[in-house]
C-alpha cells in the first residue's frame, strides 16, 4: 500500500525552464512534507519542507505548494540548471514527539536539457 | 561537517551468507533508520532505533535484524542473504526534534548484490 505516490517516473525540462514535479498522498495524518534530491552513488539530501498549516513554502529557486483538500504536492524549480539532474523524492511525515518515521515517494528522475 | 558514514560502498555476497552493513553517525543523533531503494518502489523502512538498544520493526522487515549496542553506530544483519534482498541500502539519522525542520541526514548507501 503506497501512502505516497510520484505518479512520474521521469521528467525532461529545458534548462531555464520550470521543473514542476508532482507527489500524492493517500494518509490524512500526515502532517508534514520534505522533498530530497538524490544523485546516483550519493544519499539522498534534504531540499525544503512543509507544514500542513502552510500552503506555499519557497528558498531560493525551489517552491513546494500544498493542496490539503486534494492530497496533493508539488515542487517547482525555477529557473531550471543542469546541476538539478537527479532523482527526487517526496517524503511525508507524522508528528510524534520527535521521534518519526518518514514515507518516502517512488521517486522522480528529473533530466535537465541544456 | 556532519556524516553518517556507511562501511562498504559497495558488497558481492552469497545466498545463505549472514551479512553485515555497519552505520556511524557523528552527530550525536537519538533515531537512526535502515531503507533499501529499488526501482519503481522508492524508498522504504526497514528498521528503526529511537534510543541505544530499542529498535522498531519498519515495512519491510522480515530477512532483517538490527544492532545498535551504542548511540553512534546501527548495524543491518541479514541472518540469511537470498537473490531478492539485492538493493541499495542507506542508512539515515536525525535528531529528537521535528523532522521537519531538518530532515534525515543519510549516508552515502551500499549496494549489495546477492549472487
Known amino acids: 500500500d503506497q501512502q505516497v505516490k510520484q505518479n512520474s517516473p521521469s521528467l525532461s525540462v529545458q534548462e531555464g525552464r520550470i521543473s514542476i514535479l508532482n507527489c500524492d498522498y493517500t494518509?490524512?495524518?500526515?502532517?508534514?512534507f520534505l522533498w530530497y534530491k538524490k544523485y546516483p552513488a550519493e544519499g539522498p539530501t534534504f531540499l525544503i519542507s512543509i507544514s500542513s498549516i502552510k500552503d506555499k513554502n519557497e528558498d531560493g529557486r525551489f517552491t513546494v505548494f500544498l493542496n490539503k483538500s486534494a492530497k496533493h504536492l508539488s515542487l517547482h524549480i525555477v529557473p531550471s540548471q543542469p546541476g538539478d539532474s537527479a532523482v527526487y523524492f517526496c517524503?511525508?511525515?507524522?508528528?510524534?514527539?520527535?521521534?518519526?518515521?518518514?514515507?518516502f515517494g517512488t521517486g522522480t528522475r528529473l533530466t535537465i536539457i541544456p | 561537517d556532519v556524516k553518517v558514514t556507511q562501511s562498504s560502498r559497495y558488497l558481492v555476497k552469497r545466498t545463505g551468507e549472514k551479512v553485515f552493513l555497519e552505520c556511524v553517525q557523528d552527530m550525536d543523533h537519538e533515531n537512526m533508520f535502515w531503507y533499501r531503494q529499488d526501482p519503481g518502489l522508492g524508498l522504504r523502512l526497514i528498521y528503526f532505533s529511537y534510543d541505544v538498544k530499542m529498535k522498531e520493526k519498519g515495512d519491510i522487515p522480515e530477512g532483517y535484524s538490527v544492532s545498535r549496542e551504542k548511540k553512534e553506530r546501527f548495524s543491518l544483519i541479514l541472518e540469511s542473504a537470498s537473490t531478492n534482498q539485492t538493493s541499495m541500502y542507506l542508512c539515515a539519522s536525525s535528531p529528537s526534534s521535528p523532522v521537519q525542520d531538518y530532515g534525515y541526514t543519510f549516508g552515502s548507501g551500499t549496494r549489495l548484490t546477492v549472487v
Open positions: 494518509n490524512s495524518m500526515f502532517d508534514y
Open positions: 517524503a511525508a511525515g507524522v508528528p510524534n514527539f520527535g521521534n518519526e518515521k518518514l514515507t
